[in-house]
């Protein structure tokens, strides 16, 4: 067997080419003048060839599998018909580079305008999860035929989809006709499959596939932004086909139909493979036409709204070079296709590459090269001069056995010499028979040059799909931040599936453009109708999970009128704690502090300071030196106390505590003198006296006995006596909300309110002294101890209350007690969003539905993850790391839920703070008989501190409730320890103590 007449290595291979891109063997070094060539019979070379490898073998010498064929070389000018149609490795990932940036150009609000690939938002924001269920219809219009399907989906039946289908012609006036009658034809069609099925009455649900570009502002709208393929219908473009399709359906008058969502083919295809492959997440479409989608972080996608999770980006790639970038590559028979085509200058790429144009793009080449007597003996035939006649099928029936890779190049030419195996004859013979239907009477070298360019032509299309779909794969792996990609590709179109080697050639020239990505390739089935239905299944799950996940959270949702109902309940307790005979009953204790007087400057000497309020206690020398430059020096070492000591006897705690304190003046080097000590004891005591405070209720975990009833002040000071070392003189006990307003005090006069939101909760604030009735005397103020933790305890807030709350109660260590606390502190707001969480797993909207044991683990959510989780910095990807610390395998749309109920109970958390600082604020402003009030509020905590948006939601609340006040927040610096200092440098202050003055 001959090669062929003149079509010969030279116009298949460039100089410099090289690889598997090339469909036959290159000429070897050396060999370039045509006369050094072995110019025998091609079945001698093959065979001395076989016999050199089988000696070399032999000998132990390393074999050269590239034979050294040199088929006879003759019109070298035939180089210039498909030279320009190979496409190196090197020309491939330039190619890949530039696809990259349109797509980048494509998301950029900027750029999308003039941008030529449009990278369309489909709203499709989530793949199937396996548990979608329902019974749907499909509509699929794009391609040569328009087909509806009925899907049944049963989740419970191990993912079972059963679908029945029907084709219906669409003829080419309706394609051709107006828009009208296009979507009356689909009307009709629709309305017949009903009638045979009877189930015109049902209203089912019907996900539309409509292969066209569109642009989307939802997922049940799509307007056309063009024909493509042989469409043509007037009054189209430009419009919702939604509409157009339901004014069709209403028209007619017989049904109705619920049209959930309009998919493009290539996203029907990714979410059926989705629907098997969770991993899903590239549709390709190889076929008349070609188009691929991917999912993509929403951050990057400027033209949506949000920046949360992904959503499904049709590329709409076939238009990859209408702006001319592509025009280096295009050649002459690229460019007299296009001009004769239904849309001159528009879907480049896809002329290139797709099943509607290839044949023809071999058929433009044959004429020409017949036309120049290189082919058919120069004869040309009406049927070989006409359009459309040979198609892509024909390609694909000549192309079959034939083949040439690197690795094999010498085995099948040796095969097609000697043998003539049966595939390659069948090829051959495919050749023939087409060719012979187009009139040109072929010769058997006319055959195999035809088939040549055929596997040049297609071969061009799977190197340039391979490409654009390598520009998507680096955007994926970009995306996740990993150095490698796994992921999963669902591709459908008759192209990849019927051609007898695209999808080989394709897949091993992806795999050398973009080696950091392993990539499975899963076919569809019916991608494009059963991908609809699978899109409106998902979007009927999440409409109800949604609905669900609202209605679950909406109890979260405060109103503004619920707030301003919480500030002036809030109000209401506050009168009761002050007044002498509902003091008792009150819940919010409202407890005089005995602190009469912020600093004013004067106050000098060295101070001890305490400070317990939680798991770690904490020793502090203050050194307060007055004058012109005043100057706060600290020091101070922190100790651990051990839940055993927490939850043990009195005497045990605070002989731990004076054993502490006693390291510390070690420590120091100051044991000795008897110096002046505040402590701050971060817990509800009602005080007779500035250095007397008798313990009404532990809280933050604490439960030590023999303790509540009693002076603080009194069991510090017999714990130093039983330890025998040192001497103390107690001059104040304090609370560290009193203590951060007094450290803020110090620095800004005009504070007069102290916040603290941390592990727990409280307020205090400067009270006129004839309102608070549980002190003799009218004069002056004095700062109130709010204890606010305990507002609700009395039941007055349980219509806010939620289930959620009232679990978290009822399992920590003071049921009942602390209600509004543990609405708002961050000891309990992650308790909170756990218990959430586990309630939404086992409804199926998380976790795949499976409750790990972490998320059983009571504390396990810390407040700090809201705190990190909820950060405007962070992406989903760095949401799920957090996650998966905790055990909690989570998918994309698993983190966007968990964010989500963090950021509506951390938010609930603000607002319910700032109705609570907002019926302060309006107290002060009433007791001076105020229009308007201008405030300070010292603030200090963990959760005020550290948490994204807490503050600003505190602060925004605030203003709202409190219109008539201007409040300032001044963040504490040590409010717990230097507060306690000064407020026991003022009292020594203020009893005259000369030795301290």
């Not at 006319?446 to 779909?469: G, K, P």
């Not at 509902?582 to 305490?610: C, Q, W």
């Not at 009404?696 to 030590?704: H, Q």
């Amino acid at each position: 067997m001959g090669w062929g007449a003149p079509l010969l290595s030279r116009m298949l291979h460039g100089p410099g080419q090289a690889g598997e891109t090339s469909p036959v063997p290159e000429r070897q070094s050396g060999s370039e003048n045509p006369a050094s060539e072995d110019r025998r019979p091609l079945e001698k070379q093959c065979s001395h060839h076989l016999y050199t490898m089988g000696q070399n073998c032999q000998r132990g010498q390393a074999v050269d599998v590239e034979p050294k064929i040199r088929p006879p070389l003759t019109e070298e000018k035939i180089d210039k018909y498909l030279y320009a149609m190979r496409l190196s490795d090197e020309i491939l990932i330039d190619i890949l580079t530039r696809f990259k940036k349109e797509m980048k150009n494509g998301l950029s609000r900027d750029y999308n305008p003039t941008a030529s690939v449009k990278m369309l938002p489909t709203f499709v924001r989530s793949i199937p999860d396996g548990s979608e269920k329902g019974d749907f219809i499909a509509l699929d219009l794009g391609g040569s035929s328009f087909r509806i399907l009925r899907v049944q989906v049963n989740h419970e039946k191990s993912q079972n989809v059963s679908m029945e289908s029907e084709v219906y012609d669409t003829p080419e006036n309706i394609v051709h006709g107006s828009g009208s009658q296009l979507f009356d034809h689909v009307a009709e069609c629709l309305g017949d499959f009903m009638e045979k099925r009877k189930i015109k009455d049902k209203k089912l649900p019907v996900g539309f596939t409509f292969s066209f570009p569109c642009r989307q502002s939802k997922i049940d709208e799509a307007v056309l932004i063009t024909w493509t393929k042989r469409f043509k219908a007037s009054g189209v473009e430009g419009a919702d086909v939604v509409k157009l399709l339901n004014k069709a359906i209403k028209k007619r008058g017989d049904y109705d139909a619920n049209i959930v969502a309009v998919v493009n083919d290539t996203v029907g295809t990714m979410m059926t493979c989705g629907y098997d492959d969770q991993q899903c997440e590239v549709g390709l479409i190889i076929g008349t036409g070609t188009n691929a989608c991917y999912m993509e972080e929403l951050r990057h996608i400027d033209l949506v709204e949000g920046d949360e999770g992904r959503m499904c980006i049709n590329t709409e790639w076939g238009a990859f070079g209408d702006d001319g970038s592509l025009e280096d590559i295009r050649t002459e028979f690229d460019r007299e296709l296009d001009r004769g085509s239904l849309n001159p200058g528009k879907q480049l790429f896809e002329k290139m590459v797709s099943g509607m144009y290839m044949g023809e793009l071999v058929r433009l080449i044959l004429v020409k090269m017949a036309k120049e007597s290189l082919l058919f003996e120069g004869r040309i035939t009406p049927e070989l001069l006409t359009r459309g006649k040979f198609t892509t099928s024909d390609v694909a029936a000549i192309e079959t056995g034939w083949e040439l890779s690197p690795d094999r190049r010498w085995y099948q030419a040796y095969m097609r010499c000697t043998q003539d195996t049966h595939r390659d004859k069948e090829g051959v013979q495919n050749a023939k028979e087409i060719l012979t239907r187009l009139g040109v009477e072929p010769s058997h070298d006319d055959c195999v040059s035809v088939q040549h360019v055929c596997t040049i032509v297609s071969f061009r299309s799977a190197n340039l799909v391979a490409a654009t779909l390598g520009a998507i794969l680096n955007r994926l792996r970009d995306n996740k931040g990993t150095p490698r990609l796994r992921t999963t590709v669902g591709v459908d179109g008759s192209l990849y599936k019927m051609h007898p080697q695209y999808s080989r050639r394709f897949h091993k020239t992806l795999r050398r453009l973009v080696p950091d990505s392993d990539v499975r390739f899963l076919l569809s089935e019916s991608g494009s109708g059963k991908g609809a239905a699978m899109v409106t299944a998902v979007a009927y799950r999440l409409a109800e999970q949604h609905r669900q996940i609202e209605e679950t959270l909406s109890h979260f949702r405060l109103s503004k009128q619920a707030l301003m109902e919480v500030k002036k309940k809030l109000r209401s307790e506050m009168e009761m704690g002050l007044r002498k005979e509902t003091n008792s009953r009150a819940t919010v204790k409202m407890l005089p502090s005995y602190v009469r007087s912020i600093p004013d400057g004067t106050e000098h000497g060295d101070f001890l300071a305490l400070d317990l309020g939680g798991t770690n206690f904490r020793v502090l020398l203050v050194k307060i030196r007055s004058g012109k430059k005043r100057t706060v020096e600290m020091h101070n070492k922190i100790y651990s106390i051990p839940l055993e000591i927490m939850q043990g006897t009195g005497d045990e705690l605070f002989d731990h505590i004076v054993s502490c304190i006693s390291d510390f003046l070690d420590y120091m080097g100051i044991k000795g003198p008897r110096m002046p000590l505040g402590f701050t004891f971060s817990f509800p005591c009602k005080q007779t006296s500035l250095d007397c405070g008798i313990l009404i209720t532990w809280t933050k975990g604490f439960k030590a006995t023999d303790c509540v009833g009693h002076d603080v002040a009194t069991l510090l000071r017999d714990a130093v006596k039983r330890r025998e070392e040192f001497d103390l003189d107690v001059v104040a006990v304090v609370n560290d909300t009193v203590g951060t307003m007094m450290t803020c005090a110090y620095e800004e006069p005009s504070c007069e309110i102290g916040l603290i939101v941390g592990t727990g909760s409280n307020a205090c604030y400067m009270e006129e002294m004839k309102n608070v009735e549980m002190v003799e005397g009218n004069q002056g103020q004095m700062c109130i101890n709010m204890e606010w933790g305990a507002f609700g305890d009395n039941g007055c807030l349980d219509d806010i209350r939620t289930d959620f709350d009232k679990v978290v109660d009822e399992y920590s260590l003071n049921s009942g007690k602390q209600r509004f606390e543990k609405m708002i502190s961050g000891m309990y707001l992650g308790e909170i969003v756990r218990n959430i969480l586990i309630d939404f797993t086992k409804k199926g909207f998380l976790f795949r539905g499976q409750i790990s044991e972490p998320l059983k683990t009571r504390g396990i959510f810390e407040t700090k993850f809201l705190s990190q989780i909820e950060s405007d910095r962070l992406a989903l990807l760095q949401v799920r790391a957090i996650l998966q610390q905790l055990g909690l395998n989570s998918t994309c749309d698993d983190s966007i839920l968990v964010k989500t109920v963090c950021g509506v109970v951390s938010k609930r958390a603000a607002q319910l703070c700032g109705a609570g600082m907002a019926a302060v604020v309006e107290k002060i402003r009433e007791n001076r008989g105020l229009d308007h009030l201008n405030v300070t509020v010292g603030v200090d905590g963990t959760l005020y501190k550290l948490h994204p948006h807490f503050s600003r939601i505190m602060h925004q609340t605030v203003k709202e409730l409190s219109p008539k006040c201007t409040v300032s927040f001044l963040l504490s610096e040590d409010g717990s320890g230097k507060g306690a200092a000064l407020i026991t440098a003022v009292g020594v202050r203020l009893r005259g103590d000369p030795t301290n003055a």
